[in-house]
């Protein structure tokens, strides 16, 4: 059972992430007319730490659908998945890659079983599942299609368990003990120094040569479908003020590697939806 603190310290994070919504952030630039900046919800901690830029964070396929209802019209947009450019841009600037994980609370009861056996830990009723939701953003279709994927689990049934949180508020109610684990990128819990567990290659979307067995799955979006597909972080200008942001923001290939981020060899390049 959870301590009294740590359920007043739940609570204030539900109440937080029921404030932000669709996972909307902002970060203020110096200048009050500084270009804009419209990105994933776990690129916000990089994208704010680039210079140049007011930073605004929700999931990838809310910016998306943002730009395409012209809701924004930001000077720079970088989405989690290349494809959510269509209807956008005909041309963006591949920069990143990423893995799904299993991000814990070592304080929690189950930790250990989470170590031990994720499968084992996600099957279980009385472990506090968070994910992010798949209509909002890449990271929760990936949690829906890596599900799929896995062996041994009823999808339907983990995922009808689990909770739902805005990408941007969902570390938030990890550490404030209101879950017990969640499925999220690498990146989101080596920026937050928090521990997690590597899922198989086979379903947490990180390896090229594993496509054919990605592109078995998809996701039903309310504008498109889609696969299955290697992680691939995009970014383009949408307008002339945003390049030099972006440049600053793809330059920075060994902080963006620190941040639990990989850069490929090939990486930054052109890339189209």
């Known amino acids: 059972m959870p301590t009294r603190r740590r359920s007043l310290q739940a609570l204030a994070a539900a109440g937080a992430t029921g404030i932000l919504g669709s996972a909307a ?149 990890l550490e404030a003990g209101g879950i017990d684990a969640a499925f999220t990128y690498r990146n989101m819990a080596v920026e937050r120094g928090l521990s997690y567990v590597d899922l198989p290659e086979r379903i947490d979307f990180s390896d090229p040569m594993r496509r054919e067995t990605y592109a078995s799955v998809s996701y039903e979006l309310s504008e498109q479908t889609v696969q299955g597909a290697p992680i691939r972080y995009g970014v383009a200008a949408l307008t002339p003020a945003g390049e030099s942001w972006i440049r600053a923001l793809v330059g920075e290939e060994r902080r963006l590697e620190r941040a639990g981020f990989t850069i490929p060899r090939s990486y930054p390049k052109l890339g189209r939806p």
Not at 50 to 61: F, N, V, Y
Not at 69 to 75: G, S
Not at 119 to 131: D, L, Y
């Open 25 to 173: 952030y902002s970060q203020l630039s110096a200048s009050d007319d500084a270009p804009t900046a419209l990105v994933a919800g776990s690129l916000l901690t990089v994208a704010s730490d680039t210079p140049g830029a007011s930073i605004e964070a929700h999931g990838s396929a809310t910016v998306a659908q943002l730009v395409r209802d012209e809701l924004r019209q930001p000077d720079a947009i970088a989405l989690a998945d290349p494809v959510l450019f269509q209807g956008i841009t005909e041309e963006f600037t591949l920069f990143a890659t990423n893995a799904l994980v299993l991000t814990y609370d070592p304080r929690s009861e189950h930790a250990e079983s989470v170590q031990q056996d994720w499968r084992e830990a996600v099957r279980n009723p009385e472990v506090s599942i968070g994910r992010t939701d798949p209509k909002l953003d890449p990271l929760g279709y990936r949690t829906v299609m890596a599900l799929q994927l896995a062996e041994g689990l009823d999808t339907d049934t983990v995922l009808d368990d689990s909770r739902i949180f805005a990408e941007t508020g969902l570390l938030n109610a």
